[in-house]
């Protein structure tokens, strides 16, 4: 089946869709529609300054349907991938108590509860299925959240979004829970190629049993819609006969998948009324108007996002995912819709689409993109700047730029400050950008500018009060209007302190100038060159700069890292699968357990490569890929417990390296289980293991 011309524009209005419907009902998540009206009233734009909130947080909605698609990247590419084969990409992306599912225990928390499953060896299906888990857990709401990312690689293929759905899904639901879910995303498909509901309703159904709760539910509210054009005789009609008190559990998916069809059939294309209404009637909402979200801007494209008021602006494409891949945490909307633009194109027999601009990461080539730049509030900024996408550019348009006054766009590529005021979902993230790199950036003045502007590359850092500190790079373009610049730094050493926002900065030399600047991209390029240590000055958010995957990740003894692993393996990943070939070197002290060590090329908690002091006397290199480890090389290496020593491993090409004290072992791993890029971390089986320095630089040679 040929993929319909709009693919990419299409995933992306889906994206962004999602995000909007998620930010905006994720306030008043579970708030019954009485109390809504009551509080809020109907809801038509986003609410989160009322509650105090931030618009822009972690969600389950968000980390889950972005995330579990890796599973066709790590396993197979292919629409028969199996429910095992996505429960192993949970193991290796979750983190146990911190990260993308809601954690509210065994029997309360369907996903907690299948998580526990896979991780006691209980494979996909069972995990998750009636047998297993019991109806009432098994049929809430969670396979439908998710499940918007397999109809994004599927378009126009309804019966392989279906598949998926279902096969991802039964990893922690089963019964009316997968069928909800197959419904939805055999749907949002076919919206790639028609914007029919009741064809898209009719083509849903067409997957699940026909005997099937949810099918008659949809039969219901079709006759209930049909009747009458007043929402809100509907929605009291589904509150009668599918209401939260005929079903057991916090969050059962027939209610919630109820209003959904709801909002729907009654707003068939209309994206503002859609999430009204949705979100007005109450129960998941943050859930419910996510999934609505998504199709809505399948089936309606940016232009169906644009109609209403803006709701881009305010996203301006940020997106937080929180799992054990920190460097993927801090994310935009234009880098997962390319993503599983590229995704749907290899399931479908073609090739990825090239990298916009050289692979610049942020490259502003989708129809308004601005991939998370902002303006930056300062004392020295000038009142009015705004920030716009093109389609093929950032644009910095300013008025009455003067000297003394800065015009400044910044993009983030680490945790915000607003994480210390989220509620409910933790952020493992590592930063994207790091000290040794060259930040790069090309920017145009317009030729009808008015006066001449100075640019250069910015960046924000964490200081020890956990604010933002503002360093700029010494070399600057001059703009006269109509030239373009091309502007280059290595990031210096921060004192080990994390980049958190990089961008552009326009001042003007002398007089006023007004005009715009046009951003074509920001990228960075290299191997990291730093120590990681805890910094003279302290501060909270260097030490969040890790995924922490252990049971106690503390700063509290006299090295600047000591973790503790209760059960099992544990680790602490810092950096992104954008470092190759690189080298690290620790000074550590292992305190107990079987086995510690250094690992590179993680690609989350159970793909890496380690140097392993084992408590049997030996230095190893090992490729640990899920529950499968390979010992790649060895040699006798005793190391007693509370002894300082340093272990150094380089990873370069096709070949992994490691030397502690007099002793060095070397692997080659050129085979399809290879891994070619990844974080950095420590690790530790069953005991502690403490560092007061690692440094990380370039593979020499």
């Known amino acids: 089946m040929s993929l319909p011309p709009d693919h990419l524009d299409r995933v992306y209005a889906g994206v962004l869709g999602k995000l909007i419907g998620v930010y905006l009902g994720r306030p008043f998540e579970n708030w019954r529609h009485s109390r809504i009206m009551a509080e809020l009233g109907p809801i038509t734009y986003f609410v989160h300054d009322q509650l105090g909130d931030p618009l822009v947080v972690t969600d389950d909605d968000i980390a889950g349907t972005f995330t579990f698609p890796r599973a066709l990247d790590d396993y197979r590419m292919s629409p028969d991938l199996t429910p095992e084969e996505i429960g192993q990409a949970w193991l290796n992306y979750i983190v146990e108590g911190r990260s ?33 888990n019991g109806a009432t857990v098994a ?66 159904l067409s997957f699940i049993p026909k005997d099937s709760l949810i099918a008659r539910l949809v039969a219901d509210i079709r ?40 909002a729907l059939l009654h707003a068939p294309h209309d994206f503002q009324r859609g999430q009204m209404i949705v979100n007005t009637s109450g129960w998941d909402t943050d859930c419910n108007a996510g999934n609505l979200g998504c199709l809505h801007g399948i089936v309606l494209g940016l232009e169906g996002l644009e109609a209403g008021p803006d709701w881009r602006g305010p996203v301006a494409d940020r997106l937080l995912l929180s799992s054990a891949d920190g460097g993927n945490s801090i ?22 689409l090239p990298a916009p601009k050289d692979g610049a990461q942020f490259h502003f080539s989708l129809p308004g993109s601005v991939q ?12 009015g700047l705004r920030v716009t996408g093109t389609g093929q550019a950032l644009a910095l348009d300013y008025d009455a730029l003067a000297p003394g006054l800065e015009a400044a766009a910044i993009t983030p ?71 373009s610049a091309d502007l280059s730094w290595i990031i210096p050493d921060l004192g080990g302190q994390p980049v958190a926002e990089v961008g552009v900065v326009l001042t003007s030399p002398a007089g006023r100038s007004s005009g715009r600047v046009l951003v074509d991209r920001v990228g960075w390029t290299g191997a990291p060159h ?20 252990v049971s106690i990740f503390s700063t509290a003894f006299p090295q600047d890292f000591r973790i503790s692993q209760d059960r099992g393996r544990g680790l602490i990943l810092h950096g992104t699968r954008e470092w190759t070939d690189y080298a690290v070197e620790a000074d550590l002290i292992w305190h107990l357990g079987e086995q510690a060590g250094v690992v590179v090329r993680a690609q989350g908690l159970r793909r890496c490569y380690e140097a392993r002091m084992t408590r049997t006397g030996e230095l190893q290199i090992v490729r640990c890929r899920d529950a499968d480890e390979e010992v790649l090389a060895a040699a006798p290496c005793p190391v007693p417990f509370e002894t300082a020593l340093t272990l150094s491993l380089t990873a370069k090409g096709d070949r992994i390296s490691a030397t502690l004290g007099e002793v060095t072992v070397q692997a080659r791993d050129d085979g399809p289980l290879a891994f070619r890029d990844g974080a950095l971390g420590l690790s530790v089986h069953e005991g502690a293991l403490s560092a007061t320095r690692i440094h990380v630089t370039s593979a020499p040679g």
């Open 372 to 383: 998370g730049f902002r303006p930056q509030p300062s004392p020295a900024a000038i009142h």
């Open 530 to 549: 730093l120590t990681l240590a805890r910094p003279v000055d302290g501060g909270e958010f260097w030490r969040r700069a890790w995924v922490n995957g």
């Open 100 to 132: 993308i599912l809601w954690w509210g225990g065994a029997g309360n928390s369907t996903e907690h509860t299948a998580w526990l499953n896979l991780r006691k060896g209980i494979p996909a299906p069972t995990s998750g299925a009636i047998a297993t």
């Open 223 to 262: 006759g209930w819609a049909a009747s009458n054009e007043d929402w809100l005789t509907t929605r009291q009609r589904i509150e009668d006969s599918y209401g939260y008190d005929r079903y057991p559990g916090n969050c059962h998916v027939v209610p919630n998948h109820a209003l959904m069809i709801m």
């Open 331 to 352: 994310n935009d909307a234009v880098k997962v819709a390319c993503w599983l633009t590229n995704l749907g194109r290899q399931l479908a027999g073609e090739g990825p």
């Open 413 to 483: 590529v680490f945790t915000p400050p607003d994480i210390l005021r989220m509620r409910t979902y933790e952020l493992m993230a590592t930063p994207r950008v790091y000290p040794g790199q060259r930040l790069f950036a090309s920017v145009t003045a317009q030729s009808d500018n008015s006066g001449v502007v100075e640019a250069r590359l910015r960046l924000r850092h964490y200081n020890a009060r956990d604010a933002l500190v503002s360093l700029d790079a010494e070399d600057s373009a001059l703009l006269v209007p109509g030239r």
């Open 139 to 204: 049929e809430q709401i969670g396979a439908q959240i998710f499940v918007d990312g397999w109809a994004l690689v599927s378009p126009g293929n309804p019966a392989q979004a279906a598949r998926l759905a279902r096969a991802a899904g039964s990893v922690s639901h089963d019964g009316e829970s997968v069928n909800a879910a197959v419904l939805w995303a055999a749907m949002e498909a076919e919206a790639f190629v028609s914007r029919d509901i009741d064809h898209l309703l009719d083509t849903g």
